[in-house]
């Protein structure tokens, strides 16, 4: 996998880690998928592994995936109706312009640490963390097409 090459053990082990910590200040859930190629266009297929991920599964729906066909140069990110009413489309625009911003200039892990950071910090104003949230999904980075 072409993404395997380009992160780092230490870039994707922050990668995980910010999520960890992005989480443990929200009951919102946020996950990425990265794999080389898609055949569909990036937002359907984010959709569709928003679905396979049980994303839309989260008791609040503030479930959000971060999507990169790393080779086909393609991401997305989206959220679940809950955290998406909340910020509207403009947030979504803005992350994907940062994102875009930084890979770009060759800059993937940047990207995804931005994208992290200020989806957490939506999740964190509008869904913060309280006592006794637990953990729905796993927080690690999904490469490939594990989940089909």
Do not use: C
């Amino acid at each position: 996998m072409e993404a395997l090459k380009t992160l780092t053990q230490n870039e994707i082990a922050e990668i995980k880690s910010a999520i960890g910590k992005a989480e443990k200040r929200t009951s919102g859930e946020l996950r990425i998928f990265i794999e080389d190629h898609s055949e569909d266009g990036p937002l359907d297929r984010a959709a569709f592994l928003f679905g396979q991920l049980k994303m839309d599964k989260t008791d609040l729906r503030n479930g959000v995936l971060i999507y990169v066909a790393f080779i086909d140069r393609k991401f997305s990110i989206i959220g679940d109706y809950g955290i998406h009413e909340k910020v509207g489309d403009e947030f979504w625009d803005h992350i994907k312009t940062k994102m875009l911003n930084h890979f770009k200039t060759g800059k993937v892990f940047e990207g995804l640490m931005d994208a992290i950071h200020d989806a957490g910090e939506a999740l964190a104003k509008y869904f913060p963390f309280v006592s006794g949230d637990r953990n729905e999904l796993p927080d690690d980075i999904i490469f490939g097409k594990e989940q089909e």
